[in-house]
């Protein structure tokens, strides 16, 4: 098992990917520096947002999940689950990602 990627520094590299590729990206909540989890909200600027949560596989991987039945939910439903998911959790990392077209730029990361 290879050790994990501190979070913080994931969350930077993340950020630096959202810039590269034109996308306005931002820290919305502050996680613990060293295995915080990652919510990534992508507000499609509609009233819409997608959002994803990290799991890690047997492998110890991370993996990205759809978090909500509805993809995109609404606005307010996203906003919701990631409540929920700071009181359950009060380490989570929270990145707020606007993209009109829904890319989270998670693909191979």
């Known amino acids: 098992m290879e050790p994990r990627l501190k979070s ?4 930077a590299a993340y950020l630096r990917r959202c810039a590269s590729a034109n996308a306005f990206a931002v820290v919305a909540r502050k996680g613990d520096e060293t295995a915080g989890s990652v919510i ?6 509609d009233g819409r947002a997608r959002v994803f949560s990290t799991a890690y596989n047997e492998k110890s991987e991370r993996v990205w999940l759809m978090a909500l039945k509805d993809d995109p939910a609404s606005d307010a439903d996203a906003e919701s689950y990631i409540q929920r998911s700071v009181s359950r959790d009060p380490d989570i990392w929270v990145i707020e990602v606007e993209d009109r077209g829904g890319d989270p730029r998670l693909e191979g990361f």
């Open 8 to 11: 913080g520094i994931w969350v």
């Open 40 to 45: 990534v909200k992508v507000n499609l600027l």
